[in-house]
């Protein structure tokens, strides 16, 4: 869940299956004064848009993910709630049938960090799920709490293991062309 903090001068942009929801519940009650109107996961373009002057005094910061890694999180997830793809390769090779809820960005995490073009990274910080924790006590660095440890949640690397394991060239290739900005943008690599 996104939150702008205005007593740490702190918005955290909440792109889903990053570890976001880790992050706000082990930030969120070490501020004293939230802004409680936000969406859950807002593009940063969003906030800033809508909160001019807390997006200007404040450290902003998002986390992403390997995309191969987190489609696999992504099936792991949702098959716990339907069975509509029973195996992870008819999931990817369904990808375009897929109903995307409003304010989800599914295919895309570099959406969720820049300008309305998608070109301009707009968010102060991008941490790395891959780097979670050393990340983590970055951000607690920057914004001034002394890092009390990152709460893990929906910990799905525990139930699913090493994402290369649920892959073909067939679904390889769909996460290579369905997630290339977010792959060009930070570099990723299956």
Not at 109 to 135: P, S
Not at 141 to 166: A, F, K, V
């Given at each position: ?44 373009f ?8 807390g ?8 986390f ?11 099936y ?54 891959e ?16 890092n ?11 139930s ?7 892959y ?22 299956y």
């Amino acid at each position: 869940m996104s939150f702008i903090s205005t007593d740490r001068h702190f918005i955290f942009i909440h792109v889903q299956r990053t570890g976001g929801t880790s992050i706000s519940r082990t930030l969120r009650p070490l501020c004293e004064e939230t802004e409680s109107n936000i969406p859950l996961h807002p593009p940063a373009f969003f906030v800033r848009k809508n909160w001019p002057k807390g997006w200007a005094e404040s450290f902003k910061v998002g986390f992403v993910r390997n995309p191969w890694d987190l489609w696999v999180s992504w099936y792991c997830g949702l098959s716990r709630f339907s069975a509509e793809y029973p195996t992870f390769r008819e999931y990817m090779l369904h990808h375009k049938e897929w109903h995307c809820p409003p304010g989800f960005h599914f295919t895309n995490q570099a959406h969720q960090l820049c300008d309305e073009t998608g070109k301009e990274i707009i968010v102060d910080f991008v941490g790395r799920y891959e780097n979670i924790d050393a990340d983590f006590a970055h951000v607690c660095r920057q914004i001034g709490i002394d890092n009390p440890g990152l709460i893990h949640i929906n910990n799905s690397r525990i139930s699913h293991g090493d994402y290369h394991e649920w892959y073909d060239p067939d679904t390889m290739a769909i996460v290579k062309q369905i997630s290339e900005p977010t792959i060009r943008m930070f570099g990723y690599e299956y």
